[in-house]
């Protein structure tokens, strides 16, 4: 089978890969939409690719994409039928762990005390392949009601934003601001507005922040725009600052507003990955009794609870794809992306 490789520097190879076959407590799945995240591009632009980013030893060419979901078309030996059986719908988790440290075992494998052992699409073969071999342990049923793509995009992006708000203990008498309207913002716009909550939406790029307000957000401000963010949001919150706020921006500057913006007991919660902050820590946190929350992901429990309000509440996840590629159009499609001034893009490697 092909794979789409990032070798680094905004490369992009399709190269040769064995079809996968399952060992002991492993599954094959044919994956039928393999999302395009925020953080594909980090690995995309890197010179050295994903090595060169912390996330654990890299050995050979590995196949990208960490947003998997699909079917399972063959079971290894040891496997249950309640964890897996062929023709199965389902998303994954893209990390291994150990399988039996007290995080591996609450579904929280990327913060195994062992190391993360792989990442998928970064680490470990992904899913911008038409198969795609992971433990059965890794794999989140995906509800009838929702499409591949949704699942591919619960399966970090949009799952991202969902295990984010429930850190943030959002509730919908709150009003959230969220930096950065790219896929993870705005899923967090989305599924903030659907919990009830008035968003307040940042965003540089003007088309993005147009579809801001399509996803339901109240408030839109254009950071290129405005002189004094942090008031601006004050502004719009009868001087108090919002009860919460999320940077998914990973913009340094953002970080700080993002802080700043909140009230009193108000919480910051960064998801943007890679970068720094600079605060005042009196003025900032300490004075004002403000939390700061660093969330990465969610866990495979959390993945379900995502993925089941959403169908249960008819989110339209899909609406966040703008673009949707071939494996052969892979080229084209991350150009595009790179330009971050789209929505988010999705591969159909089968
Ligand atoms: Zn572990
Ligand atoms: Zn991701």
Redesign the pocket.
């Known amino acids: 089978m092909k794979g789409v490789v990032f070798p680094g520097g905004r490369k992009l190879e399709f190269m040769d890969f064995p079809d996968p076959t399952p060992g002991p407590g492993e599954v094959v799945l044919e994956i039928k939409a393999s999302g395009m ?4 591009l980090k690995f995309y632009r890197a010179e050295g690719g994903a090595a060169s980013l912390g996330l654990g030893k890299v050995s050979g060419p590995l196949i990208a994409g ?2 998997p979901c699909g079917v399972v078309v063959s079971v290894g030996p040891g496997v249950s039928e309640k964890q897996a059986r062929v023709g199965m719908r389902v998303m994954q988790h ?1 990390y291994r762990g150990c399988g039996v440290c007290e995080h591996c075992a609450s579904g929280w494998m990327q913060l195994c005390v062992e190391g993360v052992a792989e990442v998928y699409g970064i680490t470990g073969h992904g899913a911008h392949a038409r198969y795609m071999k992971c433990p059965a342990r890794t794999l989140v049923p995906l509800p009838d009601e929702l499409s591949f793509e949704t699942g591919a995009a619960i399966s ?2 949009t799952g ?1 934003a969902w295990g984010a708000l429930h850190r943030l203990d959002l509730q919908g008498d709150h009003t959230i601001a969220i930096f950065g309207q790219g896929p ?1 913002g705005l899923s967090a716009t989305q599924l903030a507005a659907a919990m009830g909550a008035r968003v307040i939406a940042l965003e540089i790029v003007a088309e993005r922040l147009a579809r801001a307000k399509q996803f339901g957000a109240d408030v839109l401000i254009n950071p290129r725009k405005t002189d004094n963010v942090v008031q601006a949001i004050k502004d719009a919150t009868h001087g108090r600052g919002a009860h919460c706020s999320l940077d998914a921006s990973g913009s340094p500057q953002a970080r700080a507003q993002a802080v700043r913006c909140v009230r009193t007991w108000g919480k910051a919660c960064f998801v943007g990955e890679g970068d720094s902050v600079t605060l005042d820590v009196s003025p900032d946190i300490l004075r004002r009794q403000v939390t700061i929350i660093g969330s990465w ?1 969610f866990s495979t429990v959390g993945q379900a609870q995502c993925a089941r309000y959403i169908a249960d509440r008819g989110i339209a996840v899909d609406k966040l794809f703008t673009h949707r590629w071939r494996l052969d159009q892979a080229k084209e499609a991350y150009q595009l992306y790179d330009a971050q001034t789209s929505g988010k893009g999705v591969i159909f490697p089968s």
């Open positions: 995240c925020g953080s594909d960490h947003e893209h970090c992006g991202t993870v992901t």
